[in-house]
């Protein structure tokens, strides 16, 4: 059985990437060792400029659109955002009525 990503996908996505997403740290835990009875490396994807883990996934999604799918993907995320930030804020208004 291979792998559905070979060596070079993961070269070529992290060309795509460069510059837009941070390097972040691998870190380890003895207590996670000690449970797991081997070496646990955690990935700080946390540390990225939003905070989010899937940051490097969708940077990498997005650059392999073509510039057309590229715009519409932004609009239609941009409007998605505003839309969910207007309900925070009715939210938090309607909150602070009651």
């Given at each position: 059985?291979?792998?559905?990503?070979?060596?070079?996908?993961?070269?070529?996505?992290?060309?795509?990437i460069a510059g837009t997403v941070k390097r972040t740290a691998v870190?380890?835990?003895?207590?996670?060792?000690?449970?797991?009875?081997?070496?646990?490396?955690?990935?700080?994807?946390?540390?990225?400029?939003?905070?989010?883990?899937?940051?490097?996934?969708?940077?990498?999604?997005?650059?392999?659109?073509?510039?057309?799918?590229?715009?519409?993907?932004?609009?239609?995320?941009?409007?998605?955002?505003?839309?969910?930030?207007r309900s925070q804020r009715s939210n938090e208004a309607c909150q602070?009525?009651?």
């Open positions: 059985m291979g792998y559905a990503v070979e060596f070079s996908d993961v070269q070529a996505a992290a060309q795509r870190v380890s835990s003895e207590e996670l060792d000690d449970i797991a009875g081997r070496e646990v490396l955690l990935k700080c994807e946390n540390l990225q400029h939003v905070g989010a883990f899937k940051f490097r996934g969708a940077t990498n999604a997005v650059r392999m659109l073509d510039e057309d799918a590229e715009r519409e993907y932004a609009r239609t995320a941009a409007a998605t955002t505003l839309r969910r930030l602070h009525t009651s």
